[in-house]
């Protein structure tokens, strides 16, 4: 018995980091199924062999896809493909995203294209292709991973925050939209956490970030994941357009 018991989740961006953190916590709270997605094959079917070593009772029911996320009929040809296993999809996880740490002069040619292309129109192929099945059942929760900088900006990648701040709109904007189907479309704004995307950041710069956050401390993947397993789960249900901070309060 689990929160998540007799759910069908597809997450993109689940082979390392907050995306992994959620996948795991999922099958903790007894996920029926569940998809993980990462950008290449080697990295996904990896993810997938960590998770089935963990969690053995429920191997035949996790998968892997590696769809490009910038090409919207690979997004759509693999949600389905997972989709039909099981007539539904109960939640889709819009996790997978790039950062960079440049300031606006030496931000390299087509880079802030880049995080807009796979952090923005990523999310909306998904977020779109999500709802387009979920209106047959007319239920659904899709839950997109956001940033803090989405919200307040950011001092060194304002291609990062723009997409950020784009995720926050389109969250809001189909929140609006397919509530009428009863598809609830939520966000999560993580501050600053310790994966993969954060590793590169030198100690004197954590340092300064840490003194910004109440909690005086940089989040936990699994922390990130619990706010998103919430919006997957029927904990919400009455939660739409909305825009959860789990930033220990960064100011
Ligand atoms: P990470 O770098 O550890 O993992 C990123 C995941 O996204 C990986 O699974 C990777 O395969 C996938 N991905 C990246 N580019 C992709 C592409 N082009 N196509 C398909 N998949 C792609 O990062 P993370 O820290 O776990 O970040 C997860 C999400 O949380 C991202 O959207 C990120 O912007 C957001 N976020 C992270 C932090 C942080 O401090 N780590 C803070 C705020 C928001």
Redesign the pocket.
Known sequence: MGIMDGKVVFI?????????ATATRMLEENVEAIAI???CEE?ATAALAKLKEAFPEKAEHIYAY?P???VEAEVARDMKDFHDKYGRLDAVCS?????HNVTIKNIPEGEFKRQID??LI?TYYVDRQAGLLMRAKRKGSIVN?????GLYGSGMGCG?GAS?GGVIALTKSLGRELGFFNIRVNCV??????????AGLNPAALQAVNQGIALKR??E?YE?ANAIMFFASDLSTYCTATCLSVDGFAT
């Open positions: 993109t961006g689940a082979t390392r980091g907050i995306g992994f997605c990462g950008s990295t590696w490009s996320l910038l996790n997978a995203g790039i950062t796979v952090n990523g991973t956001a940033s803090m900088t990062y950020k704004a993580p501050g600053s956490v310790k994966t993969d995307m954060t940089m989040g993947p990130i």
